[in-house]
């Protein structure tokens, strides 16, 4: 099946840097989530930005939405080892009420 | 509150073996998912229920996955026969449609290997 496509692949970055991540996707949305997953577990909501929206905050999270470009991107700023992770877009294609996910990004934060 | 519950965990079984997940999703959720998810690659849907109906199976494949949601609630996913390809992960998620955005709970996963 289609999924967005998720730069970087992989990222490794110290403690206390941002990190940033970028996800792109094919068609038209009603919105966008990022989910993050822990090695061997579930999914866990992190945000969620409408299609109407440009840019959202929530913690340490910034999320940013160009649906021209259609494209998002995902900052963690002031990271730390805990935010080790995987992280996922998922966008909710117009009109319906599925989800496609992205491949990922692997980050790794080190102390 | 209770999170999505999935059972097993973990499943080893040998190939042309039939297998069957469980999922228990969040108490009032009426939207209930199934995904599988390969190693290094995000979740693809297989099945959505909207209550005890099933709105969206076009990616499940008919001639050996089934699946279930009886009452509405609980949900069963079946592979009958399995296959080597089938080894991945099964994630089931839940969630309350019309709260805008359907934001998705997801269970721990059962992870299948096939031998």
């Known amino acids: 099946s289609q999924q967005g496509e998720e730069d970087p692949q992989a990222l490794s970055i110290q403690e206390g840097e941002n990190a940033t991540m970028n996800c792109s996707y094919k068609?038209?949305?009603?919105?966008l989530q990022w989910y993050r997953q822990n090695s061997g577990r579930g999914l866990v909501h992190l945000i969620l930005i409408r299609s109407n929206e440009r840019e959202k905050h929530s913690g340490r999270l910034r999320v940013t939405l160009d649906t021209s470009k259609k494209s998002s991107s995902l900052l963690i700023t002031a990271s730390r080892a805990a935010d080790t992770a995987s992280y996922f877009c998922a966008t909710e294609t117009s009109g319906t009420y599925k989800y496609i996910f992205g491949t990922g990004t692997r980050l790794k934060v080190l102390a | 509150e209770a999170g999505v519950v999935q059972s097993p965990r973990y499943k080893i079984i040998e190939k042309k073996q039939p297998v069957a997940f469980w999922c228990n999703p969040i108490?009032?959720?009426?939207?209930l998912y199934w995904y599988l998810q390969n190693l290094g690659q995000g979740p693809e849907l297989l099945i959505r229920?909207?209550?005890?109906?099933?709105?969206?199976d076009s990616q499940l494949p008919k001639d050996r996955f089934s699946a279930e949601r009886l009452k509405g609630v609980d949900s069963t996913l079946k592979i009958q026969p399995a296959e080597l390809g089938d080894s991945a992960v099964y994630l089931c998620?839940?969630?309350?449609?019309?709260?805008?955005?359907?934001?998705?709970?997801f269970g721990p996963g059962t992870r299948l290997t096939v031998l």
């Open positions: 998620a839940s969630s309350l449609r019309g709260t805008g955005g359907n934001t998705q709970y």
């Open positions: 229920y909207e209550n005890e109906e099933a709105v969206d």
């Open positions: 108490s009032g959720h009426n939207t």
């Open positions: 068609t038209s949305i009603n919105n």
